[in-house]
């Protein structure tokens, strides 16, 4: 085991896959002699050289379609948005061609869009989104969401070797902030398994991303309330029986996330659960996440827009109560 | 002022040996093109009779400019055509039979039933399947340069796209990446003059859509798409330049829109003067008339060959009519690819 940074494991782990398999290459705008945006490919084209870590124009939908390409040919594409803002530009190949080729036309595509996101350092509208929910809605992507350096390591190699277009949403606000153990070497965490990240008895928080770290601290400002944290870390495909079976455990459930509220992921979780356990409840589902509002810049404003410890601690004390 | 290069016609049987095909060759791109038309025709009766579901698109008066391209790439290029491009899959060896199973939502069809038109591809001879949004496969022929690149592969994608897609941003990013890293790829443009209803003159401000080429660091060409053999032959310098590692071409095939958008269309907004004008330059009957003039077609040869694709034809339409149509039971299969699906040659 190294201690690493959330980033550190991200570049770790896609450091891992292309040493070990040939066929992946990364592609994106200053990833090559810049290092990426935010230092994840740093180093990277000095070890694999230009045609491994290729520098594209600005240009989303060449990059993504032209993965989607590669793929098809054979290689295994890790394409980086600077910011998972920006994949707004490349849905037509995301959502048109690589979502729909296998089951249409029985090609797999083989790519892996990395895609910063997140708030919480005043980036404004386009640098600060959460867009998972709008991409696990497509039939046919897989949107993998991280919380810790084990799992974001762990995710991305199963994410390059996986058959299918998978949207790595790595959270900008954890990169240097979450700092863990990793294990050395090459290792898969399963894509579609929750993983329990705290064990309780009292009421269950289903969330994923940086929110699970939100949920953690309000959970140790409630002394007196066993919380249990079910980290999902991926949100499509996503581990329902985890949920259902932290439900029937604890009866009382808070659905947490970063991005904004209606049609939000956590709209599906409660209603698999208002559908599958509503028998097991002992309090109506409750859900804390963002306004339905862009992402705002100033700080006090973006404070009252991503969820935060007090609101979470409030919701769970609701629950406890009820 | 054109800034494409506006290629010349193909004259003499001596130029076609020169370009590289023998008279077997040219037999085989006439027999191309009547089963080309030959399919989109008897799919219009099929229409009629209300075996298609949906709508219809033909590549009618295209059938030139798909198969004198098709006709240049090598077995191992690869391209992602467009509803235009019957004669690209027909060139590449798709069978017709398949093809009216897909035409009918049958489950022998490419798409098996899930997607219809040419929304189809054999990607063992290289296709890869098209969406509606045109503009938007290109970038994926320009991946798929990229990968050859990447490899050092001697293979060429070729990517095609319509006048009317043209306008598209995909288009603009995908040739900005190709001609900055050279990749191996041709673009055809089959400019048949209609965006639907929309005229050139409404699509681009340019002589041709070719003179864009300029911008991106590559060569543009034009060439008449009613001319089989001209098509070839840039066709096959712009493949072959790929290939030897000189960069992209964009080659722009003037030809014809000789039927509406598509079945439901009956064209009002094109003037009747310009339809007049296509069934002169129809290019079946344009290369069969060269072949009559310049390479000793033969009554008997030309009949023959005549009665071949027709045979094939009927054969084709009764088996893709025994074909079943799908069942709903396994319409949630295959949403997602699985691993074993990558245990292929192609994928190691």
Not at chain 1, 277 to 293: G, N, Q, S, W, Y
Not at chain 2, 167 to 192: F, Q, W
Not at chain 2, 319 to 333: G, K, V, W
């Amino acid at each position: 085991m190294t201690e690493m940074t959330y980033l550190q494991a991200i570049s770790d782990g896609l450091r891992t896959e292309m040493r070990r398999d040939k066929r992946v290459f990364v592609i994106g705008e200053d990833v090559g002699v810049y290092g990426g945006a935010f230092k994840v490919t740093l180093g990277f084209q000095e070890e694999f050289g230009p045609w491994r870590v290729i520098d594209a124009p600005l240009a989303e939908t060449a990059i993504v379609g032209g993965a989607t390409g590669a793929a098809i040919m054979g290689l295994r594409p890790v394409a980086e948005m600077q910011f998972s803002d920006f994949v707004s530009c490349a849905w037509d190949h995301l959502v048109t061609i690589a979502a729909k080729q296998h089951w249409r036309a029985g090609t797999p595509i083989p790519i892996v869009l990395r895609l910063p996101s997140g708030g919480g350092f005043s980036g404004g509208p386009f640098h600060s989104q959460n867009p998972e929910s709008s991409f696990a809605h497509i039939p046919g992507l897989k949107c993998v969401c991280p919380a810790t350096p084990e799992d974001a390591k762990g995710l991305l190699i199963s994410a390059i070797e996986d058959p299918n277009p998978v949207l790595f949403f790595e959270h900008k606000h954890l990169y240097r902030r979450i700092k863990a153990e990793v294990p050395e070497g090459r290792y898969t965490t399963p894509i579609g398994k929750a993983r329990l990240y705290q064990e309780g008895t009292d009421v269950s928080v289903i969330t994923w991303g940086a929110m699970v770290y939100t949920a953690e601290e309000a959970a140790q400002q409630l002394g007196d309330v066993s919380v249990e944290i079910v980290d999902l870390r991926s949100v499509m495909p996503w581990d329902k029986a985890a949920v259902l079976e932290s439900v029937r455990k604890t009866s009382k459930v808070l659905v947490l996330h970063e991005d904004t509220r209606t049609g939000g992921f956590g709209a599906e979780i409660a209603a698999t659960i208002a559908e599958e356990a509503f028998e097991d409840l002992d309090a109506p589902v409750k859900r804390i996440a963002a306004p339905d509002t862009p992402v705002p810049f100033s700080p006090p404003l973006e404070k009252a827009f991503i969820p935060q410890v007090e609101d979470v601690a409030a919701g769970l004390r609701e629950l406890a109560e009820y | 002022m054109a800034i494409a290069r506006e290629a010349e016609p193909v004259g003499s049987l001596h130029e076609v040996k020169e370009a590289g095909l023998d008279r077997e060759d040219l037999l085989g791109i006439y027999r191309n093109m009547l089963i080309t038309r030959g399919v989109e025709e008897r799919g219009h009766i099929l229409y009629k009779q209300g075996k298609i579901p949906g709508s219809f698109y033909t590549g009618r008066g295209n059938e030139a400019a798909s198969v004198g391209v098709a006709t240049a790439m090598g077995p191992d290029d690869v391209g992602t055509p467009l509803h235009r491009d019957m004669g690209v899959h027909i060139t590449r060896g798709v069978e017709p039979w398949k093809i009216f199973a897909q035409f009918m939502g049958r489950i022998d069809g490419p798409a098996r039933g899930r997607d219809g038109n040419v929304h189809m591809a054999d990607q063992n001879l290289g296709l890869i399947a098209m969406v509606s949004h045109l503009p938007a496969m290109l970038p994926v022929a320009t991946g798929c340069a990229l990968a050859f690149r990447i490899r050092e592969e001697p293979r060429v994608a070729l990517g095609w796209f319509g006048e009317g897609a043209s306008a598209r941003g995909d288009v603009h990013e995908c040739m900005t990446l190709a001609g900055t890293r050279k990749l191996p790829i041709v673009y055809v443009c089959d400019n048949n003059q209609w965006a639907y209803s929309t005229p050139t003159y409404l699509e681009y401000a340019t002589e041709h859509v070719a003179d864009r080429a300029q911008a991106y660091g590559f060569e543009g060409v034009v060439v008449d798409g009613t001319d089989v053999l001209a098509v070839y032959r840039e066709a096959k310098r712009a493949v072959e330049k790929a290939r030897a590692g000189g960069g992209p071409t964009l080659l722009e095939c003037l030809t014809l829109r000789m039927e509406g958008h598509a079945v439901h269309d009956d064209a009002f907004y094109v003037p009747k003067v310009m339809f007049e004008r296509w069934a002169e330059s129809d290019p079946v009957e344009r290369y069969r008339s060269w072949l009559r003039t310049n390479a000793e077609m033969t009554d008997d040869e030309e009949g023959s060959i005549g009665e071949q694709v027709k045979a094939l034809l009927n054969e084709a339409l009764r088996r893709a009519d025994e074909s079943p149509l799908p069942e709903a039971d396994d319409l949630t299969d295959g949403v997602y690819a699985t691993p074993e699906e990558l245990e292929t040659p192609h994928h190691k």
